[in-house]
């Protein structure tokens, strides 16, 4: 039997193969792992992201699960809130001298137009003084104001340093003719203030502007008194007590329209005279007057002729009329101010 001879050659060849056979099958594997791990990474980072954004999201629970889960649910964390700007009043060029220290009382700032006056108000640098006096303020004022009528300048300007500090003080009154404004100016000059302005328009030409104001708010029991009449038919009748409330708080003006020679004898004190016989003649002088403030009409008799008034003036148009019945007795009984003319008997 021949025995089969195998070249050196052939040898040679067939290891080459099988090395080349055995780096491609590394090969293979290596590519083959790497892939798998790919894919579990990018696996394991989608599941990751998903979770995290879940967290930050707010967990909506029905009604029935909230009662049973309530303990295991973890409060979400609220973001910040982004900060806004807060809006600078720009004042406007041709206003700006409104706001500079003056030298001299004779160069304080002459505030004549609503315009000036608005943009003081708005600028939130100034602060306005009410210098018609306590009374009238408490009835109401321009919304912000304080209160420093002429006879309390000098002791209450000290007091409210803290108050007045870096501001542009504006001092007004009843308007143009009214000098209680200017006279409380120059006690604020005289205490070392120097930003100051004077509104000649004053409350007249505010309200007239419709612009803010601060009223008065009557307690609970005594607000009735402040509402206008619905009709002629109407027209409250007041008490003793009310008239008295009024009076004190100095809220309403009181009228006697007694005949002329039975208010020269007694009427209530700081009443003013308006004879039923001259109520065309007087209304066209007192029309501010009985537009100020709620009208307390009564007469000397049992009410005919504050009725017949009342009447009058409902149809002129004032309709915060009230009316006190037998005022004049009851007032006199109950010891209130009376103005007596000691001449007459």
Not at 94 to 103: A, H, T
Not at 213 to 242: G, M, R, S, W
């Amino acid at each position: 039997m021949r025995k089969k001879v195998v070249k050196k050659s052939e040898v040679k060849k067939s290891n080459n193969l099988k090395e080349i056979f055995s780096i491609v099958l590394k090969s293979v594997i290596i590519v083959s792992v790497s892939v798998v791990i790919a894919l579990c990474y990018t696996g394991l980072r989608a599941v990751t992201v998903d979770n995290n954004k879940n967290q930050n999201q707010p967990v909506s629970i029905s009604p029935t699960v909230a009662e049973t889960t309530q303990e295991n649910v973890q409060p979400t964390s609220t973001p910040s809130p982004t900060a806004t700007a807060t809006k600078v009043y720009q004042i406007p060029s041709q206003y700006k001298y409104l706001f500079q220290p003056v030298s001299k009382k004779e160069d304080i700032h002459k505030v004549h137009n609503i315009e000036e006056a608005k943009v003081l108000y708005e600028s939130g640098k100034a602060l306005f003084i009410d210098a018609r006096g306590t009374q009238e303020y408490k009835q109401s004022h321009i919304k912000g104001a304080i209160d420093i009528s002429v006879g309390e300048a000098p002791s209450k300007i000290p007091q409210l340093k803290d108050v007045l500090k870096d501001k542009v003080l504006v001092t007004y009154c009843h308007g143009v003719g009214c000098h209680l404004s200017d006279k409380v100016a120059y006690a604020l000059f005289d205490a070392g203030y120097r930003k100051i302005a004077i509104y000649f328009g004053g409350w007249p030409q505010w309200l007239q502007a419709n612009l803010p104001i601060e009223e008065y708010q009557p307690p609970e029991e005594y607000k009735h008194l402040f509402v206008e009449a619905d009709n002629e038919n109407k027209i409250q009748e007041i008490t003793l007590d009310d008239a008295k409330f009024l009076y004190d708080n100095m809220l309403a003006n009181f009228i006697d329209v007694d005949y002329q020679d039975n208010y020269n004898k007694i009427h209530i004190d700081r009443a003013v005279a308006f004879p039923v016989d001259k109520v065309e003649q007087y209304l066209p002088g007192y029309d501010n007057f009985l537009k100020q403030k709620p009208v307390v009409i009564y007469c000397h008799g049992s009410g005919g002729k504050s009725r017949k008034v009342a009447k009058k003036l409902y149809e002129a148009g004032y309709k915060k009329i009230l009316l006190f019945i037998n005022g004049l007795k009851q007032w006199e009984k109950a010891n209130y101010p009376i103005y007596k003319n000691p001449n007459v008997r």
